[in-house]
């Protein structure tokens, strides 16, 4: 969707580097929702943002939101393989469904 | 308790033949929807039900494509007649009303030759 752009598009990194996905709206979010998918598999929920400024963390990874609702990062500190998959961001537009970005494809290699 | 359970897991069929695909959704979600996935499009939703009634259909990419849903724990998504373009995962998600997190199932990878 043009409404929502996500980069890069794919991503290869060694073991144990630092990485950052974005994800960016042509409007304001009213909720940012990040998913992780494995091949051959469904999204998996990772978390979910919607104030402006709000940061969440869950083992090594952070998403934000920046202060104008437009904008979120994902960010991977010391990646493993593990983190390898496919990342996407889906946008809540004040309806009542999700607008989702194209993906980013991470690897992570030893 | 038990995930969005979607079947089946893998589809093969040839151009022209029915193909149905089939969505449980967790007990107690109000919403259901419907996506498609390629490489080319990306996840792209195709409908979504609110109380079992279809809300936004507009992502059906044609006629040859319906879903129905007759009660809360069961869809369908059906497209008759099947053409190789129709090769995609296709994905069904539930969520609770008034919760934006949608719980999606494992998908179904339909392969049409």
């Known amino acids: 969707s043009q409404e929502l752009e996500q980069s890069p598009q794919s991503l290869i990194v060694q073991e144990g580097k630092n990485l950052t996905i974005n994800c960016t709206s042509s409007?304001?979010?009213?909720?940012l929702y990040w998913y992780k998918q494995k091949y051959g598999e469904g999204l998996i929920f990772l978390m979910m943002?919607?104030?402006?400024?709000e940061e969440k963390s869950h083992e090594k990874i952070t998403a934000k939101l920046d202060e104008k609702k437009q904008q979120s990062s994902l960010h991977i500190t010391a990646s493993q393989p593990s983190h390898a998959g496919i990342y996407l961001c889906?946008?809540?537009?004040?309806?009542?469904?999700?607008?989702f970005g194209t993906g980013t494809r991470l690897q992570v290699f030893p | 308790d038990a995930g969005v359970i979607q079947s089946p897991r893998h589809e093969v069929t040839e151009m022209g033949q029915e193909v149905t695909l089939r969505c449980k959704p967790i007990?107690?979600?109000?919403?259901l929807f419907w996506y498609r996935q390629t490489m080319m499009r990306g996840l792209e939703l195709l409908i979504y039900?609110?109380?079992?009634?279809?809300?936004?259909d507009s992502g059906m990419p044609e006629d040859r494509f319906s879903a129905k849903m007759p009660n809360a724990s069961f869809s369908t998504l059906k497209i008759q007649p099947s053409e190789p373009r129709d090769s995609a995962v296709y994905f069904c998600?539930?969520?609770?009303?008034?919760?934006?997190?949608?719980?999606f199932g494992a998908g179904t990878r339909l392969s049409v030759l």
């Open positions: 998600a539930s969520r609770r009303a008034g919760v934006g997190i949608q719980y």
């Open positions: 409007k304001t979010l009213y909720g």
């Open positions: 943002l919607q104030k402006g400024g």
């Open positions: 889906g946008a809540d537009f004040n309806t009542d469904k999700l607008i």
């Open positions: 007990s107690g979600h109000d919403y």
């Open positions: 039900f609110n109380n079992n009634v279809p809300i936004d």
